[in-house]
């Protein structure tokens, strides 16, 4: 069990690890975690998800699409997403000399991009069930 | 001749007319995902091919007809991988067979070629993968010592059999999406539907026949 001393070092040395302190440092370091944005609920392609929407739902230009247009196309850009980032998994995996290792970091890879795919699809097929 | 070269046997259905189809939609259906030799011009070729199969699609039709494109054109990929992936787990098989099988098991073990074990048997898997005749001579070496061709390949498929499941499991998915799509555009069109079904499966045999 610690001291109460080593507690109080502890305490002290803790409050210089506040992280990064200018905000270039904050806005690069709240991107540490992030290796994709499948997960994030914020639309990606606010303008391209409107366009398609209107699309989808036979809108006019100036009208704007229903909700469950925009729910159908924002799934699609997802898929879109996934597709590429699918894509760049195996190519990487044909890039060169292929080994038993590189297998299985390619098929995990790609499971755990199957995840927010069948989520997008589930979504999707949900939504333009509707037209 | 192998994908995606075989599905050059299909373009000359393709016209220029039907490369141009979709334009309204194309930019929301992402790039050709294309990995490897694959190219521009066979998967182009490719879509329209399949693309032609369905006359004068709606915009909803038309999404999930880009669907049966990229999933087509997925199974067709994934079926190349998981024959790259066999053999990658033959090779790591030769390799382990030729480091701790011997030519003379009577001969005893301090007095076996230590030095090929290490580095000789890796140096050799890798010729039995690129090289025809050294692949030959390593096969046949192997066999003389017990283990033919089959055993070696079984083997490699019990020890790959996580990674070449994962690769089924992905293969399964697409044909299940790819028969919800076809579902979803017969419930707006069922002729269509039905053309497209037939279309993709005489391209897929045909596909199959040039390969083989």
Redesign the interface.
């Known amino acids: 069990m610690a001291s109460d001393r080593q507690i109080a070092a502890n305490r002290k040395n803790a409050k210089k690890s506040t992280g990064p302190s200018s905000e270039a440092g904050k806005r690069r370091s709240s991107k540490n975690a992030v290796r994709h944005r499948l997960a994030s609920s914020n639309s990606r392609f606010p303008k391209e998800i409107v366009e398609l929407a209107r699309l989808l739902s036979g809108a006019p230009k100036d009208a704007d699409p229903t909700f469950v247009s925009i729910d159908a196309a924002d799934a699609q850009m997802t898929l879109v997403e996934v597709k590429k980032m699918k894509t760049e998994t195996l190519g990487r995996f044909l890039k060169g000399d292929r080994t038993c290792d590189d297998t299985h970091q390619m098929n995990e890879e790609l499971r755990k991009l199957d995840r927010y795919e069948q989520r997008a699809l589930r979504r999707r097929k949900r939504a333009l069930k509707a037209f | 001749m192998v994908y995606p070269e075989c599905l050059e046997s299909v373009m000359p259905r393709a016209k220029s007319s039907q490369l141009q189809r979709m334009s309204?939609?194309d930019?929301?259906?992402?790039?050709a995902?294309?990995?490897?030799d694959e190219t521009q011009e066979q998967y182009d070729a490719f879509r329209a091919t399949i693309l032609s199969q369905v006359s004068e699609p709606d915009?909803?039709n038309e999404?999930y007809l880009q669907d049966v494109v990229?999933l087509s054109w997925q199974i067709f990929?994934e079926r190349k991988?998981k024959a790259?992936?066999v053999l990658?787990?033959q090779q790591?098989v030769v390799e382990r067979l030729l480091r701790t099988s011997h030519s003379n098991p009577e001969k005893p073990y301090e007095e076996q070629d230590q030095v090929y074990a290490i580095l000789g048997s890796r140096a050799d898997a890798q010729l039995w993968l690129g090289n025809r005749d050294a692949r030959k001579r390593i096969d046949a070496e192997l066999e003389r010592r017990g283990f033919s061709p089959d055993i070696v390949l079984a083997f490699a498929k019990l020890?790959?059999r996580?990674?070449l499941d994962?690769?089924e499991d992905?293969i399964a998915?697409y044909e299940a999406?790819r028969m919800?799509a076809y579902d979803?555009i017969e419930r707006r069109n069922e002729k269509a539907a039905e053309q497209l079904k037939r279309g993709v499966r005489i391209i897929e045999g045909e596909c199959m026949q040039a390969a083989e």
């Open positions: 309204k939609l930019r929301f259906l992402g790039g995902p294309l990995v490897g915009v909803i999404l990229d990929r991988i790259d992936v990658i787990f790591r020890e790959g996580m990674e994962a690769i992905r998915f999406r919800a979803a």
